[in-house]
């Protein structure tokens, strides 16, 4: 088994991640718990930071927080020196109240609100990412309104469909993403900023999909963004200072994955760059990326405690577990598929083939089908592997279910930053029409009949 980020397993069989046991941590903080391992988190950052700044002079790096955001993590990110991606006002509130420097901040989102854009522009981001033409408009008016200019990016299409999940693939001309090359709304776009007092053109983006584990497809998106550089040169005159090729690297979910390789995927894109800024006479732009997964994805874990086991002889063996879809949507929506080990008895042999079950009422909640395991029984801990990205981002309290806890795990240290949700979070905004409850005055809160 391919163990992740600080992980090792004692000579009594039991996972430990960042120095702290997964029995301990159950016993302290209860399952479903998200484990991250701060070490490795911090070690991605790092490792991508410095590949790109290898790669070419000048880069910049923000971690896309849609993959996992909160007050910590934003502390994280901006004490490893990265900037920072956001697609909402929740996200963006998320890094103010965290203290993140709005000048390092990037704005993304396909159908930004007035006051989200208000709050951007007044916190003084450093870039909105500028989806479409509805929201140079918007963005026009809230410049002029606050006086301020904005510094943008526009996002392209540029037409290319790496080998992933359809859901997760959107660098395609058929996508709700970004303004398209090809059908000439990218080159509307450019001279709509260019033409704009308030609006200024900083930058091209493009972001081609997600978990791509090969680094030809960036390659191709970086060539297409240059030659969209140098005819925006040519139709306008202007040079572009910035070049965003967006998040997308690949990380391990199952045995035999490797993620993709950071060294190639930095020197291609950089070469690249380098390459069709000389065939078209362009200066270098400024390098930026924006991983998600390739930070967070492999540094999180999720422990369950097994519960229920029904056999069907000669057909399969589902080990229920008290989680899954709305911890992690991820199966049911992608099918993606992970890995698990037994976190108390990580060292024994497999034993048996079976499908791990989540809890919720819905056959398609499922983490795992078919994985051999050692024999699990009732109150066996179940660490499910790679589950740092868009498990608690994308959570839900289907089925009431309270949200989990997440742990940051640290040398021997583990400490909550999301509290484990209680019954009484999941109620604290259901309201009752006061109608509903038996009243002194029958006709006190009505407005029916009362002509
Ligand atoms: N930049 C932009 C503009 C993006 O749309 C995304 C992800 C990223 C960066 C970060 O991508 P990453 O490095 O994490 O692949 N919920 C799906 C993934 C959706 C990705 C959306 N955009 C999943 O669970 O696989």
């Given at each position: 088994m391919d163990l992740r980020g600080t992980m090792r397993i004692t000579i009594d069989g039991r996972l430990e991640i960042g120095g702290c046991a997964c029995d301990r941590l159950a016993r302290e903080f209860g399952t479903p718990l998200y484990i991250m391992d701060e070490e490795d988190i911090r070690a991605r950052c790092r490792?991508?930071?410095?590949?790109?700044?290898?790669?070419?002079?000048?880069?910049?790096?923000?971690?896309?927080?849609?993959?996992?955001?909160?007050l910590a993590m934003c502390k994280l990110v901006h004490q490893e020196g990265l900037g920072l991606d956001v697609v909402s006002g929740g996200e963006l509130y998320t890094a103010l109240q965290a203290g993140f420097p709005p000048e390092r901040i990037l704005f993304?989102?396909?159908n930004k609100s007035v006051e989200e854009v208000e709050t951007g522009v007044r916190a003084g981001i450093l870039r909105f990412v500028v989806d479409n033409l509805?929201?140079?408009?918007?963005?026009?008016?809230?410049?002029?309104?606050?006086?301020?200019?904005?510094h943008v990016q526009i996002r392209l299409t540029p037409g290319i469909e790496p080998h992933t999940h359809e859901y997760i693939r959107t660098g395609q001309l058929d996508s709700k993403f970004g303004l398209g090359i090809?059908?000439?709304?990218?080159?509307?776009?450019?001279?709509r900023v260019l033409a704009s007092d308030f609006l200024v053109l900083e930058g091209l983006h493009c972001h081609i999909g997600s978990q791509i584990l090969a680094v030809e497809p960036f390659g191709m998106a970086a060539a297409v963004v240059m030659d969209f550089a140098s005819e925006v040169r040519k139709t306008t005159g202007h040079s572009v200072r910035e070049v965003n090729l967006g998040g997308g690297l690949g990380v391990r979910y199952r045995p035999g994955d490797e993620r993709v390789p950071l060294a190639?995927?930095?020197?291609?894109?950089?070469?690249?760059v380098r390459e069709k800024c000389l065939a078209h006479g362009l200066e270098m732009p400024?390098?930026?990326?924006?991983?998600?997964?390739?930070?967070?994805?492999?540094?999180?874990?999720?422990?369950?405690?097994?519960?229920?086991?029904?056999?069907i002889p000669g057909i399969r063996k589902y080990v229920s577990v008290d989680g899954g879809l709305a911890d992690n949507p991820r199966v049911a929506l992608y099918h993606a598929s992970y890995e698990a080990v037994a976190a108390t008895r990580a060292s024994a042999p497999p034993e048996e083939l079976v499908s791990v079950a989540g809890r919720h009422c819905e056959s398609g909640d499922m983490l795992i089908w078919d994985i051999q395991l050692p024999r699990l029984r009732p109150g066996d801990l179940l660490a499910v592997l790679s589950t740092g990205a868009?498990?608690?981002?994308?959570?839900?309290?289907?089925n009431r279910y309270p949200k989990p806890a997440v742990v940051f795990v640290r040398a021997g240290v583990a400490d909550v930053v999301v509290a484990r949700e209680t019954y009484q979070d999941v109620v604290a905004r259901d309201r009752i029409p006061a109608r509903f409850e038996p009243s002194q005055d029958a006709s006190a809160s009505s407005c029916v009949g009362t002509a």
């Open positions: 490792e991508v930071a410095s590949a790109l700044s290898r790669a070419y002079p000048d880069t910049f790096v923000a971690y896309a927080g849609k993959a996992f955001s909160t993304h989102g396909s509805h929201e140079l408009d918007l963005l026009e008016d809230v410049a002029r309104r606050f006086r301020r200019r904005v090809a059908d000439g709304q990218a080159m509307v776009a450019v001279k190639r995927y930095a020197s291609l894109i950089s070469r690249v400024r390098l930026m990326v924006e991983p998600g997964r390739y930070i967070v994805g492999e540094a999180g874990t999720t422990l369950y405690t097994v519960g229920a086991i029904k056999e868009y498990t608690y981002s994308m959570s839900s309290n289907y």
